[in-house]
């Protein structure tokens, strides 16, 4: 059945490439009956699948002579990973419903991100992992080049050249490891019990890790995120921050973490209390989450606040990741659908709902706006959004981000100290943010007022849109259980080295 | 000599040869003074023909080719890379006619068919060719062809200046090339690749090793000039660029395929008679057979060419970020693709698997580099330049042609689920098949960062026809027939990406017979 999430967004793709340019209603209408009924595929997959361990959907021979297989399985956390790319599909569509330029290409490329990113989550073979890894990247670069704002093709090309730098590495540590394993396999499975050298898995390791990492934001490889997160139109950075970003973290758990685990062993030297791999990239992460955390802080343009946030955030899954114990583990996988949410929700906030009335990001021309006033839906979903970002109890990113803090206490106290910063620092960028875009009390911009033109009033998809997201993410902060039933076991699989 | 064998081995040869004179005869004869549009498609269709029963006459092929008359020696091969080689040639020339169809470049459109087709008999020679008097024969009568093609748009000084550079440049690497075939046989006394090879490994030839480095060298350089690689690839950009459409793809895929057919019997030669040890040993003597690793430098063949491909994609690709002109970027990429499948002869495989490997590549390559020029031709006839600019907003001016550019370039760069990525990655894993060691691996890194970079350009393209607005909003015309040619390589592309054993599986079956 989860399949059916990836035929069908492909499907749609093409249908939406040869509907007919002049009736964008059509095309709408069309792209949201398609992420609907994946959403609801995903959904439905969810609660078959939850308890049942590793499903294979799908495992035939795809190109026999070297081995490779059209597997399709899913385990907990790819799960939880579809249910988000389903969710944040449907958003993503009614957060788009304002776009009238070449509207039929622009869903085109919206579904065929979507498929290639349910693909990613839904392989169990490295070598159709990479192909549909690949697959997300090139749609991204058109998203944001034709419908983006701000410097779009620079942008675009920047974060396209970083994908596919990442997918480089990717490509060349998957080479390598056919190569060497000798087992004449790409399966994830078959290559995970290759017994693949320690020597080669030192080396691979971080190659491969890196690679994905580039697209997970990975200091110092984020740079590309905020820019493109900032030329991106609406849609688009919301799939970027909402799921693209966790293609890379879900490729550094699956194949970097799953195929080379001997690669974060110790090195047997340590330099500066870091002695393995693992304490590398821990430590980057942690720079992530203070570096994004504070950069953040001092930016002008509204966007590139939740751009920095969003380095900041997914800094805490690579921590978590790397601590390597169950809490923390689980944790990195709650966060990455903590993160879908929410980012997703702000970048809504910010690029839609405010921007494409105000037409202007720049937190010194809004404060004078009143925007709490004129748009008091966009500044209370602003206020929600920002106090799940923060973390507060109730919310997503709370059991996310305390479950990883818990688990890196127990594997380096000194990452918890570090990370706690972050957190502190997160709820010092979300406050300014929230108080200079709509709740100053700051003179009125002249400019604004001499005109004195109403703001638009909200429309049904931006209120559905909010919706949706603010109820997903309390019912996950509320009853983390129904995610965390599937992602623990999932987990432990990992951890034991059998689930892959 | 039985002249009976030698007509069957030549069948498909003979086949192109009688319909290029029956194009001009009619052309110049029956169609004579008729209107230009009838000539052109009685050409094509006359030489499409000819094609297509040159086709059918490949299964006619005695198993295992001709050998010299009197000896065991083989002249030409039949089978496994040679036939592959040759039905790829064929299709990929009657693709190549079909792009003739809408085009407006000369008045002489026999001459033209028929020139080609002298060319693809060339190709086809080359690649069954197994000594080297034939192999110089079907280099000669391909380049000469060539030229002459190049030349075509007599009205277009680029293609003159184009046809000339490509000319002097030809005539010179056709000289090293005979030097080298010169010291070849001095050295080792015969002229068929087998016998070569035998020579080599016997102690008469590892005596005079400087010699036998001066002719691969040489060879290398002749070869190298066919293939454009780095450093003699600068005929390419001016040929690409000034040549009439239909010639530059002709000259960027079937010219492309016969001659890394060339490169590949001549690996294939070599490792035949070394068997096991798979190295050509006769630099660094070690008879080592308990340790049969690959010693890839130590020969000065596989060193020439890894110097050659190294050169050729790094350079390839850095000089293709700076073109404006659609074309040269072609050439410009053309050079690097060179580079990739050098890499994979440098490291040659015993088993069919690395043939198998540069067949793919050179195959899907030539179809996918045709279409390119399909869509630049039309762009150009439209628009009179082949510049970047050319292609600003294409999406509004003809959907299907920026979709199938879309395809095309995304093949080129090797973009899942295109056919283009596949070629890569078996190209890639048949190195790393060959040889673990650190040397060929970083050269496959090398590879790979550099096919990374050569996304930039290709995405060059691709903004002017997706993201930048048109210049002028009028339509671009092209003939059905070479829509049709286009959409069929595009869907082409797509599907043999998506299912990409069907080809790895047809290409098997020619050599499974061997």
């Not at chain 2, 002719?215 to 600068?234: D, N, Q, S, T």
Request: neutral net charge.
């Amino acid at each position: 059945m989860l399949a059916w999430t990836i035929y069908l967004s492909f499907a749609g793709a093409l249908l939406e490439a040869l509907l007919p340019k002049d009736k964008p209603a059509l095309a709408r209408w069309s792209a949201l009956a398609i992420a609907l009924a994946g959403c609801g595929l995903a959904v439905l997959g969810f609660a078959a699948g939850v308890g049942h361990g590793r499903g294979v959907i799908a495992d035939v021979p795809w190109v026999p002579s070297m081995g490779i297989r059209f597997t399709l399985a899913a385990d907990g956390i790819s799960l939880v990973l579809v249910l988000l790319t389903g969710l944040a599909a449907v958003a993503g569509v009614l957060f788009s419903w304002n776009i009238e330029l070449r509207t039929n290409e622009f869903f085109a490329f919206y579904l065929a991100l979507i498929g290639g990113v349910y693909g990613v989550f839904l392989s169990y073979d490295l070598f159709l992992l990479f192909v549909f890894y690949e697959i997300a990247i090139v749609p991204k670069y058109f998203l944001i080049s034709i419908w983006g704002s701000t410097r779009r093709e620079y942008g675009a090309m920047k974060l396209a050249l970083y994908s596919f730098v990442g997918s480089a590495m990717v490509l060349i540590g998957l080479l390598a490891a056919y190569s060497s394993s000798g087992s004449r396999s790409t399966g994830l499975v078959q290559l995970a019990h290759a017994g693949l050298p320690v020597s080669f898995q030192m080396w691979a390791f971080p190659l491969v890790f890196v690679g994905f990492g580039i697209l997970a934001g990975m200091w110092p490889f984020h740079t590309w995120a905020p820019t493109g997160h900032v030329a991106a139109p609406t849609a688009a950075s919301m799939l970027l921050a909402g799921v693209v970003m966790k293609l890379g973290a879900y490729g550094c758990l699956r194949v970097a973490m799953g195929l080379f685990p001997h690669g974060m062993d110790p090195w047997g030297f340590s330099y500066l209390g870091i002695g393995s791999w693992r304490d590398v990239f821990a430590l980057l992460a942690v720079i992530g989450i203070v570096y994004g955390a504070l950069v953040a802080l001092v930016q002008s343009d509204f966007k590139f606040v939740i751009g920095y946030s969003s380095v900041s955030h997914m800094g805490f899954v690579l921590l978590g990741l790397m601590t390597l114990n169950q809490i923390g583990m689980t944790g990195a996988v709650l966060q990455m659908f903590s993160h879908g949410i929410i980012a997703g929700l702000l970048f809504a906030i910010v690029g839609r709902i405010v921007y494409e009335r105000t037409h202007t990001r720049q937190l010194a021309e809004l404060e004078g706006m009143h925007l709490s006033k004129r748009l008091p839906f966009a500044a209370w979903a602003f206020v929600i959004a920002g106090v799940a970002s923060m973390g507060l109890p109730g919310f997503s990113g709370f059991i996310a981000e305390f479950q990883v803090l818990v688990g890196s206490w127990s594997a380096n106290p000194w990452w918890t100290g570090a990370a706690g910063v972050g957190i502190v620092v997160g709820v010092a960028y979300t406050w300014r943010a929230l108080q200079l875009a709509f709740f100053s009390d700051a003179h009125p911009v002249a400019h604004i007022h001499e005109h004195g033109h109403e703001l638009a009033a909200i429309t049904w998809p931006e209120v559905a849109g909010v919706s949706m997201l603010v109820a997903v993410s309390l019912a996950v902060g509320l009853y983390p259980k129904m995610l965390l039933d599937a992602i623990e076991p999932a987990v432990k699989a990992m951890l034991a080295g059998g689930g892959q | 000599m039985n002249y009976a064998d030698l007509l069957r081995v030549t069948l498909p040869e003979t086949a192109l040869e009688v319909t290029a004179l029956i194009v001009l005869i009619v052309d110049l004869g029956v169609l004579r003074g008729r209107t230009l549009r009838l000539r052109v498609v009685a050409a094509v269709l006359l030489g499409m023909f000819g094609c297509g029963v040159a086709l059918m006459t490949i299964p006619l092929q005695a198993q295992g080719g001709l050998n010299f008359p009197g000896t065991d020696q083989l002249l030409l091969a039949a089978g496994g890379s040679a036939t592959v080689a040759q039905v790829g040639i064929l299709a990929l020339t009657v693709l190549t006619l079909l792009l003739v169809f809408d085009s407006t470049f000369t008045r002489n459109v026999g001459e033209f068919v028929a020139v080609l087709l002298m060319a693809a008999t060339g190709g086809l020679l080359i690649a069954a060719a197994q000594d080297l008097l034939v192999i110089f024969i079907g280099l000669e009568l391909l380049s000469l062809g060539l030229y002459i093609l190049t030349a075509f748009a007599k009205k277009s000084g680029k293609s003159a200046e184009a046809a000339m550079k490509y000319y002097l440049f030809g005539g010179m690497s056709a000289a090293f090339l005979l030097f080298g075939f010169s010291y070849l046989y001095g050295v080792t006394g015969s002229t068929n690749l087998h016998q070569i090879m035998q020579a080599m490994y016997g102690s008469n030839a590892i005596n005079a090793t400087p010699l036998l480095t001066v002719a691969l060298v040489m060879v290398a350089a002749g070869l190298g000039f066919k293939v454009a690689a780095v450093p003699f690839h600068f005929w390419a950009p001016d040929a690409y660029e000034g040549a009439p459409a239909p010639a530059a793809a002709f000259i960027a895929s079937v010219s492309k395929v016969a001659s890394f057919a060339l490169l590949i019997s001549i690996g294939t030669a070599a490792l035949h008679v070394f068997g096991d040890a798979h190295v050509v040993r006769f630099m660094v003597i070690t008879a080592d057979d308990h340790f049969p690793k690959y010693l890839g430098f130590a020969t000065p063949w596989s060193f020439a060419l890894t110097i050659l491909a190294v050169a050729s994609m790094v350079l390839g690709n850095l000089a293709a970020l700076a073109q404006r002109s659609v074309r040269r970027l072609l050439a410009y990429s053309a050079i690097a693709h060179a580079g990739y499948i050098l890499l994979a002869l440098a490291y040659f495989s015993r088993t069919p698997v690395s043939a198998q490997a540069v067949m793919y590549y050179i195959l899907t390559y030539g179809l996918t580099t045709i279409g390119a020029f399909g869509v630049v031709g039309a762009v150009e006839r439209a628009s009179g330049s082949d510049q970047m600019e050319a292609f600003a907003g294409l999406h509004r001016r003809n959907p299907v042609l920026a979709a199938i550019l879309l395809v095309l370039f995304l093949s080129l760069a090797g973009i899942p689920p295109l056919v283009g990525f596949w070629a890569k990655f078996n190209l890639f894993a048949a190195v790393l098949g060959v040889s673990k060691g650190a040397v060929p691996f970083a050269l496959v890194a090398l590879a790979i960062a550099m096919s990374a970079v050569s996304l930039y350009y290709y995405l060059q393209v691709l903004k002017r026809a997706y993201v930048t607005p048109a210049l002028d909003d009028s339509k671009i015309p092209v003939h059905p027939v070479t829509m049709t040619a286009l959409i069929f390589i595009a869907l082409w592309a797509v599907m043999m990406g998506v299912f990409p054993a069907i080809l790895q599986v047809w290409m098997q079956s020619f050599y499974a017979a061997m």
